[in-house]
Structures are given as C-alpha cells and as structure tokens.
T-cell receptor, first 114, second 116 residues
C-alpha cells in the first residue's frame, strides 16, 4: 500500500540558508500535517492543510511557510535557518472525517543546520 | 485544551519481563481519539493502535495490549514478554474531530530499553 512519501530523507544546510521539504500524502488523503521533532523531544505540530487551504497552525516560526498544491502534495519552506531548526520533520496525512482511522506518517526528513 | 502526559521518561526491563507504559490525557471534547506510536532508533513513527472515546473495550494484539479507562482518563499500553526489538520511544497521542483543528497532540514519550 502506498505510504506518505517525504523528500529528502536527509538534508544538511548552513545557517541562514533556505530549505524546502516535500511531502506526498497517501492517495485520496486530503489533509496534510507537518510536525517538528527536536532531539529527545516529542513531535510538535507546525501546520496543517485541508483541500489546499491552511486549516490549523501550531508553533511554526514566521521564517517557515508551507502550502499544499493541487495534487495535494505539500512543501515546507524554511528560510534564514538557525542551528535550533535542526530536527526531524514529519509529514502525516489523513482524510477529513476519518480521523478515527488515524494518521499515517512519512519516514521524516532529518534536517541538520551547521 | 488537549494534553497528554507520559510520566515515565525512561524504563528498562530485562527481556521476557512484562512492562506497562502509562498515558493520561486531558480533553474537553466528547469525541476524541487516542493513539500509540512507536519510534525505533531509525526514527520513523510506527502506528500501533487507535481508540475512539466511545469504545472502552480493551484490545490485545499479540504481545501488546491496551487498557482504556475513561474514568481515569488513561490509555495504558502493556507489552508482555518483552523483546529486545521492543526497545524504542513510545508516544501516546490524542486528537479530536474538530473542523480544521484535528491535529495530533503527543505526549513526551517513554523510552523503553529491553536488556537481553
């Protein structure tokens, strides 16, 4: 069965650079969520999209932006990277009205800022 | 507000011992969903189980079992006859069916180490 695809798996950037993370949800899933997990931390909700519109916003820095495209894939854009942005970034997808069936997570993108 | 508390930060057990991971949640919603995820050293989040607020039936899946008690707002997870491969961080999570706000809230996780 198709899963949530995230790319790249690993990314190394320097401070003040920009990074773009991509997420391809499970087919027919219309909602995408982004989470950030710092070292030794639990995943923190950043932002979500439903039908290409932002549906909820968590602790996402102003330096970050995201969008969902017509094919439902989503991109998380991160600018002016800081050392503290080093984390595992997860994308998850679900289908609205079917939260009871759970969220499927991608394998994550490990971002290292040096 | 949603909140998930996993009071046990780290647990170590010897292989074949049983272990229970605690999870206590807070929510004002009447319809909500509880989840457990496993995060092995490789980093991915592996879905284990989901429970909705209307179903308090306990569940068993092989060596795993879950005890959901609304009266104490708890959703505990027991691994029977633990194995080394069970070593991971386990997250309990909560979500509710609210329009535009149904993201998952995670607990801080419990790191389980199974010693051979």
């Amino acid at each position: 069965a198709a899963g949530v695809i995230q790319s790249p798996r690993h990314l190394i950037k320097e401070k003040r650079e920009t990074a773009t993370l991509k997420c391809y949800p499970i087919p027919r899933h219309d909602t995408v969520y982004w989470y950030q997990q710092g070292p030794g931390q639990d995943p923190q909700f950043l932002i979500s999209f439903y039908e290409k519109m932002q549906s909820d916003k968590g602790s996402i820095p102003d330096r970050f932006s995201a969008q969902q495209f017509s094919d439902y894939h989503s991109e998380l854009n991160m600018s002016s990277l800081e050392l503290g942005d080093s984390a595992l970034y997860f994308c998850a997808s679900s289908r609205v009205g079917q939260v009871q069936y759970g969220y499927t997570f991608g394998s994550g993108t490990r971002l290292t800022v040096v | 507000a949603q909140k998930v508390t996993q009071a046990q930060t780290e647990i170590s057990v010897v292989e074949k011992e049983d272990v229970t991971l605690d999870c206590v949640y807070e929510t004002r919603d009447t319809t909500y969903y509880l989840f457990w995820y496993k995060q092995p050293p490789s980093g991915e989040l592996v879905f284990l189980i989901r429970r909705n607020s209307f179903d308090e039936q306990n569940e068993i899946s092989g060596r795993y079992s879950w005890n959901f008690q609304k009266s104490t707002s708890s959703f505990n997870f027991t691994i029977t006859a633990s194995q080394v491969v069970d070593s991971a961080v386990y997250f309990c999570a909560l979500s509710s069916e609210k329009a535009g706000a149904n993201n998952l809230f995670f607990g801080t996780g419990t790191r389980l180490t199974v010693i051979p």
